[in-house]
Every structure is written in C-alpha cells, then in structure tokens.
C-alpha cells in the first residue's frame, strides 16, 4: 500500500473546500457526494503525483507547463458547464443539475489533441486572451476575455445577462 495516498478524510475536506468556495463564486459542485468525493480523491492524488492537482478524468504529462490547461479547474470548465451543464468530469454543474431539475448526461472531450495545441507550453497567455471578446458585467464593472461572459459573475454574482461586449 503506498502510505503517500491520500485518505477518504482528505477527498471529503478537499471537497467541502470547493464546495464553499464554488458556492461563493456562483458554481456549483455535482450534489452526488460519493461521486464528487471519488473525484476530489483523484485530485488529491494526481497533486501527490505530479505537484499540482491535474484533471482525475484525463491523463496528464506531468509536465506542468503542457498540463496547464487541465489543472482544475480546467480552461475548459466555463464553456462545458454553457454548453452541457456540467464540466468533462462532473465536478461543477450547473443551477439546474444541482438542484434536480435536470442531470448530467455525458459531456463530449473538448480540450484539442495534443497535435493541435498551439500555444507553446510556456507562451504567455496574454496574447491568447486578446484573440477572445472582452465582457464587461455591467453591474459591478468585472471584465473577462472569453468566448461568452459567465453565468455568474464571480464578483458580485450578476447573470450573464447582465455582462456587455466592451470595447
Ligand atoms: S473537467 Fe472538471 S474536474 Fe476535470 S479539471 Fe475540468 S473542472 Fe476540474
């Protein structure tokens, strides 16, 4: 038994953690306790593994600068829970899954094959931003470079309908 993994004690606290601090920034952990507690578990021994918490649904390098986009929560979190109400792992969720109005079903892979990834794994992400559209929400000024503004605006928790194109 490798005495360095962590214990259920540990998956349970890691997910409380993020339970509080999704909660307080408008997202929503899956309400599946063993489900959600086998994946903070996975988190926790990909951090003993490799020194960061990479995706427990995808393989990581343990290159952390090629690993950056699935350290969770990963760049592809926010498009997923718009797209399909629910990250590639089932981790976050939207309002409705959580609340039972709907459920998860399967959410499509869409990080790009290795191939196909361009920026260079430490290029500055500066300039990937800049390639997106700017949001502005119009409540309390919070400004995001992204395909489509959040569904919550993590500052003051504004919906998206709330958010403006800038500039
Ligand atoms: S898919 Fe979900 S659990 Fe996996 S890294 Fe992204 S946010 Fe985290």
New binding site residues.
């Given amino acids: 038994m490798n005495a360095g993994l962590p214990s259920a004690a540990d998956g349970e606290a890691l997910r409380t953690r993020l339970e509080l601090e999704a909660e307080s920034a408008g997202y929503h952990l899956n309400p599946d306790l063993e489900f959600t507690r086998s994946?903070t578990h996975g988190l926790l021994v990909n951090e003993g593994r490799y020194g960061y918490r990479a995706?427990?649904?995808?393989l990581a390098t343990g290159d952390a600068a090629r690993d950056r986009d699935?350290v969770?929560?990963?760049d592809?979190?926010d498009a997923?829970l718009l797209d399909w109400g629910g990250?590639?792992?089932g981790?976050?969720v939207s309002a409705d899954i959580q609340e039972g109005k709907t459920s998860l079903a399967s959410v499509p892979e869409r990080r790009p094959p290795a191939a196909e990834r361009t920026m260079a794994p430490d290029a500055p992400r500066l300039g990937r931003a800049l390639s997106l559209p700017v949001w502005r929400c119009r409540v309390c000024g919070y400004l995001c470079a992204r395909q489509r503004p959040p569904a919550v605006c993590p500052i003051c928790k504004a919906t998206s309908d709330r958010f403006e194109a800038f500039a």
């Fill in positions: 994946l995706c427990p649904c995808r699935i969770c929560p990963c592809y979190r997923d990250c590639f792992c981790l976050y």
